[in-house]
């Protein structure tokens, strides 16, 4: 659970950083804040739902 929060953590510090690249205009930035945001944002709620769902962080199948 604790890993969950910490990467949807990441995911929001990495929209806000691609937010500011924006500005900037460094667009080298916002594309490695959006591939942040897309693997860390996926394995955040991807982890989230396991353990609400779930009842667990394991394989869900």
Do not use: C, D, H, Q
Request: positive net charge; charged residues 10%.
């Amino acid at each position: 659970m604790i890993l969950g929060i910490i990467t949807l953590l990441v995911t929001i510090l990495s929209l806000l950083g691609g937010y500011v690249e924006l500005k900037r205009k460094n667009f080298f930035g916002v594309g490695f804040a959006a591939v942040s945001v897309a693997v860390f944002g996926w394995f955040s709620i991807r982890t989230l739902l396991a353990v609400i769902l779930y009842g667990g962080g394991g394989t869900v199948g």
